[in-house]
T-cell receptor
């Protein structure tokens, strides 16, 4: 079964607008971590934001925020005030359990920001 | 902080040759590094977990004799693709696990694009 699901293969947004990238996950663990990474065309994976399963507040990092809805098992990434440089692939990932080291990635969402 | 470098960034080789890719954590020590493979327009696929001073743990379906991993120090892991064939052509990307925070964040290198002719 897919552990991380990103249902949007592609998203379009205009510059300066906000955009939400969806991510749902599946786990029976109580302790887990959720990550979002950005992959521009150059290929590098850039860490954006982290949400721990026990964190009560939604994570925020600059223009990035994570809409964490634990009961729904969703961890959507919100990018505010989109910039042209935000155009990239975005991957949601999950690390299960405190001792687990592996990350499981979703299939990604390609975001295109237009002027 | 948390910078990971990878070398080379791009390599083209003939079929049958071996290629070594280096992954270094530049400003932190990483007891654990990971090697991923990414096909065009697809997600990252974990190949193996590399632990400093011990044997790597390979994911199911990954040939350990084909993809040799060495993690000789806390800042360096190497992936050697032995007897490379055209089907090994792919984007290989490493990550290093930072113990500096309680998130166990993985920081990624810039990747290596391997083309086997």
């Amino acid at each position: 079964a897919q552990k991380i699901t990103q249902t949007q293969p592609g998203m379009f947004v205009q510059e300066k607008e906000a955009v939400t990238l969806d991510c749902t996950y599946d786990t029976s663990d109580q302790s887990y971590g959720l990550f979002w990474y950005k992959q521009p065309s150059s290929g590098e994976m850039i860490f954006l934001i982290y949400q721990g399963s026990y964190d009560e507040q939604n994570a925020t990092e600059g223009r990035y925020s994570l809409n964490f809805q634990k009961a729904r098992k969703s961890a959507n990434l919100v990018i505010s005030a989109s910039q042209l440089g935000d155009s990239a692939m975005y991957f949601c990932a999950m690390r299960e359990g405190p001792g687990f080291q592996k990350l499981v990635f979703g299939t990604g969402t390609r975001l295109l920001v237009s002027p | 902080g948390a910078v990971v470098s990878q070398h080379p960034s791009r390599v083209i080789c003939k079929s049958g040759t071996s290629v070594k890719i280096e992954c270094r954590s530049l400003d932190f020590q990483a007891t654990t590094m990971f090697w991923y493979r990414q096909f065009p327009k697809q997600s990252l696929m974990l190949m193996a977990t590399s632990n400093e001073g011990s044997k790597a743990t390979y994911e199911q379906g990954v040939e350990k004799d084909k993809f040799l991993i060495n993690h000789a120090s806390l800042t360096l892991s190497t992936l050697t693709v032995t007897s490379a064939h055209p089907e090994d052509s792919s984007f290989y990307i490493c990550s290093a696990r930072s113990h500096g925070d309680d998130r166990d964040t993985q920081y990624f290198g810039p990747g290596t694009r391997l083309t086997v002719l």
